[in-house]
């Protein structure tokens, strides 16, 4: 019986750490996408340093993220034509 407890609260603590990764991830992407949201409505008022610069940290926090790059390549030369 001193076993199954054992391996019971193994599996219970796996299952907590599981949970705490997923949420952290979730609550990551959650905030990578308001930001490049956010950079959007900024390229729309032509605030494009604004969105360039938020644009970046969204790299910093999601390297690899398609969107912030495809985005880049098209503010970069609107603040580049409007400077």
Known sequence: MGNHVI??????LICAASIAYAYVAWSKECEVNDMIQKAGAYMD????????DLLKKVLE???????????????????????
């Open 7 to 12: 391996i019971g609260a193994i599996l219970l």
């Open 45 to 52: 008022k032509g605030e494009y340093d604004k969105a360039i």
């Open 61 to 83: 926090l999601d390297p690899n993220n398609p969107i912030a790059y495809y985005d880049l390549a098209r503010v970069i030369p609107r603040a580049l034509a409007g400077s």
